[in-house]
Structures are given as C-alpha cells and as structure tokens.
C-alpha cells in the first residue's frame, strides 16, 4: 500500500498535515554511540495507524539483538538465533525499581515523578534502546520531558504497548502521532502487572485486601503495592519461598485451609503460591 514514510533524515512528508497512517523511520537512534563505536546505537521503523503505533521494529546491530513487533501481545526479540516472546516479565527483584535515563543528572521535574513511583535505582541509557530493555523487563520504566521526535519513539512505543507495557504522557493522556512537527510530549514508560483478582482475608497474619485506590500497604516484611484502579498482591512459592507478584486466577483452598492461587515459580518451577507475606 502507498503509506508515506516520513524519516529523520530526509524532508520527504514532513510538510504533510494530519498524517493518520504512515511510517516512522529513523536510521540511526543514537549517532555519538555508532560514530564512537559504542554499543546503544539503534535502527528503527515504526507503523502507525489511526495516529497509533501498531507495529515495528528495532534493531541494535552492537548488541545483537533485534526486537519487532506486529499487534497486541505479539512482541518478540531475536538473539543468538533465538525468539523470545516479549510480556513485560519483571526480570529484577520484587519490590526493588529500576529504571533507565538518558542522563545521569536528573531534572527536578523527572526526581519527583521517580519519587511518586518509588525508583530505586536509575541506569543511563541511549536511543531507543531503552524501550526494548523495559519490554524485555530488564528495567521497570523511562520518564523524560518532552524531547527529540517521534520517530525515535514510534517503534519502542509499539514494541512496549504490545509487550503489555504502559505508555502516557505525565498527565497520563495516550499519545498519538502526526503532531506539528512530530515533536514528542513528555513521556512515561512502565511495565504493567498482570490483572489481579481482589482478595480480601481476615487472618491478620495474611491479611490482603485489594483497594483499588491505595498506594501501599505493608504487612509484615512484604510490601503491597497498588496501582490506581488495579488491585495487586504478593504471594510465595510454597517451595523455596520466592515472594511474587501473582494474579490471573481464581483463589482456592489449600488441605490445610489456607488460600492459596496457581502459579509459576521463576525459582523453582513450583506450581502453588500461597497468598500472604509468608
């Protein structure tokens, strides 16, 4: 199909007004890095429908990993000739966050939402390689103000959204494409947790109740984190005791009366989490 393809670096379609379908391309997403042989330097190529992102791909040759996308939950990376399907699976340990900057230094601005989403850590990062490392779940999210194009965000934007990630602007407005001069709004990326069931006990040992408005509630050692309109809970593996985020199915009782719900250990393949701090 004729879709118009507008790059960073060439005019082609820029003076075009209200494109609602066409291609993002951007060449190279971080110059200094390939020009200095450096690894965080990217290729990437984004589809946009309708004014959003629906598919596209990212390429960090240094790296040699290549991650793409074509529709919801179909976000993938190659490597070393391997497919990985990509779901936004924290990969760092519960309860402690990670983020990627494209700075060192933060902007006041940028520290404050890092305190409202209780960042831990942040790790420097270039291109547009920090999308694909929070898709992947290396990394829990991105915040920066409004900067660069939107070609070098469409394709990470796809990718994330897809993977199951979140995307919004600071004020938590989606973001479309085809704006003046494709400029970019502020931005936020997170990995999303996986939808919940409410649960509610009296054993105040174990005791979780899914308020979908709270912030934090902690019993014991184990903390429970909320996201607004999103009731959330920790369980661990009955096994090896690995404390996780668990979610997606309906809670049963155990032989010995406690509530419990099915799961995965990451640990040690266990497939009963007990809901509780433990």
């Known amino acids: 199909p004729k879709i118009p393809i507008v790059s960073e670096e ?21 110059t200094y890095d390939y020009i200095h042989n450096l690894e965080e330097f990217t290729i990437n190529a984004g589809l946009i429908l309708n004014k959003k992102p629906v598919a596209g791909l990212i390429y960090a040759p240094a790296k040699n990993r290549m991650f793409y996308t074509f529709g919801k939950n179909e976000s993938f990376e190659i490597t070393n000739s391997k497919k990985i399907k990509l779901d936004c699976t924290k990969k760092n340990k519960q309860g402690f966050v990670k983020f990627v900057s494209y700075s060192n230094k933060l902007k006041p601005e940028i520290e404050n939402i890092y305190k409202k989403l209780e960042v831990n850590e942040h790790t420097r990062m270039k291109s547009s390689y920090k999308f694909c490392v929070v898709a992947s779940g290396e990394f829990d999210g991105y915040v920066a103000e409004p900067r660069a194009y939107e070609w070098d965000v469409a394709a990470g934007h796809a990718l994330l959204e897809n993977a199951g990630g979140i995307v919004t602007d600071f004020d938590g407005n989606e973001i479309l494409y085809g704006k003046e001069n494709f400029k970019n709004p502020s931005i936020i990326l997170k990995i999303s947790f996986k939808p919940i069931q409410k649960f509610s006990f ?48 309906k809670p049963y009782t155990m032989k010995n009366g406690k509530p419990a719900i099915k799961g995965t250990c990451p640990t040690c393949s266990t497939a009963i989490f007990r809901i509780g701090s433990g």
Do not use: Q
């Open 10 to 30: 060439t005019s082609h379609n820029k003076s075009i007004n209200n494109l609602e379908n066409f291609w993002l391309v951007d060449p190279i997403d971080g």
């Open 202 to 249: 009296n054993n105040n040992e174990n005791r979780i109740k899914g308020l979908p408005n709270s912030k934090k509630k902690s019993t014991r050692s184990c903390s429970y984190e909320f996201e607004p309109s999103k009731a959330m809970t920790i369980g661990y593996c009955v096994k090896c005791r690995d404390k996780r985020e668990i979610g997606g199915a």
